[in-house]
């Protein structure tokens, strides 16, 4: 199938085409990106006829309309027929619509993946990110992983509790934020059940929903893990697919005495760090088969230079991921949503999770 997308928003498409490249759509799809819509109508490709073309543009002159083209719009209230596509949905939902209408309406063609709805009726998986060290990726780890779910499932939900947390992933029109929320599900449980996306918003260049942190960041000190335990109930109720919890260090404890409810944890080290001799329970944690250990760099390494020094050290604990050294960039939310090599370690650790099922299977 040959997919256009016309669009302004780079960041989207670049979102949308790396996930069919990496997927297993991409032996069935070929993406063609244009900006605008005169761009595209110049171009030697809206000259050519092909069957299995579809076109997908977030803005048509209505005066000139493209014959068949679907309308793309980030607002659920412009959803207005049956040609209009909401781009913060599963790309694997849009994917497998157009497949469907290029095929006139049939079933995908044989051997390519299929979204199941079944992920999003089953009970929300809960990944926890953390690591016993400051700075060891754990912020950029966890983002990574909402957006590739944001892109696989349904509703995926980011929160992120660190004493001192930036919000790189923060939704547009929350009303309140998670003091408020904690409160409602102490006082008012079903209030907040009903009236949840006061709270709870998405991020548009993601498609990741997110709580509001409050503006004052010492609040964060009340939270506990009750609450924690709580927030999981409230989102899996309201019918979230993956909650992942981006957890500070203090929050080790109550993970590894079990009062943070949790389906898999992946658990960040530095690599200079990674055996954990100093940490005796966080390394029996770390061995646990529900549990992933994933070793970033702290410097430019190669791949089969770490794996050179680590057959050398004789390391007991078996290291799920390496994550390589990434330079620091000017704009570090920009740094966090563009990466490809870690988005490339997170989707083969999604497609290997037990608990994640590999993603729903599409890829």
């Known amino acids: 199938m040959e997919l256009v997308l016309i669009s302004g928003n780079t960041r989207y498409m670049e979102r949308l085409e790396r996930y069919v490249r990496t ?12 900006t605008s819509v005169d761009q595209y109508r110049a171009s030697d490709l809206a000259l050519a006829e092909n069957s299995k073309r579809v076109i997908l543009a977030e803005t048509v002159d209505q005066s000139a309309p493209i014959e068949g083209a679907w309308r793309l719009t980030s607002d659920r209230r412009q ?3 049956d040609r209009s596509v909401f781009m913060f949905q599963p790309a694997s939902q849009i994917i497998e619509m157009m497949l469907r209408h290029a095929s006139g309406q049939e079933a995908a063609p044989a051997g390519t993946p299929s979204f199941s709805a079944k992920g999003e009726r089953e009970s929300a998986k809960v990944v926890c990110v953390v690591s016993p060290f400051g700075g060891a990726g754990v912020t950029t780890i966890a983002c990574a992983l909402s957006r590739l779910m944001a892109l696989r499932r349904g509703k995926v939900l980011y929160v992120q509790l660190s004493l001192y947390p930036e919000p790189f992933i923060a939704p547009e029109d929350a009303q309140y934020d998670l003091s408020r929320l904690i409160y409602m599900l102490t006082a008012r449980p079903a209030e907040a059940e009903q009236n949840w996306r006061q709270y709870c918003g ?42 992942v919890f981006d957890l500070a260090a203090h929050w080790l ?5 079990g009062r943070i409810p949790y389906d898999e944890c992946w658990l960040v080290c530095p690599w200079k760090k990674r055996r954990l001799a100093k940490f005796p329970q966080v390394r029996e944690f770390a061995g646990k088969r529900d549990v992933k250990l994933i070793v970033t760099s702290g410097r430019p390494f190669g791949y089969e230079d770490h794996m050179t020094e680590f057959r050398l050290a004789d390391e007991a604990l078996e290291i799920d991921a390496i994550v390589p050294w990434v330079p620091d960039s000017a ?18 650790l999604v497609r290997e999770s037990i608990a994640l099922k590999g993603g729903d299977a599409v890829g």
């Open 331 to 348: 704009d570090s939310e920009d740094s966090l949503v563009t990466d490809e090599r870690i988005d490339a370690i997170v989707s083969r």
């Open 23 to 34: 997927s297993a759509w991409r032996d069935h799809i070929r993406i063609h990106r244009f």
């Open 253 to 257: 404890d109550d993970l590894i005495e």
């Open 79 to 81: 959803e207005t027929d």
């Open 202 to 243: 998405i991020h548009p260049p993601t498609g990741v929903y997110s709580i509001r942190l409050p503006a004052m960041r010492r609040d964060l000190r009340d939270v506990t893990a009750e609450h924690v335990a709580g927030l999981c109930e409230l989102f899996r109720r309201i019918g979230f697919a993956t909650i």
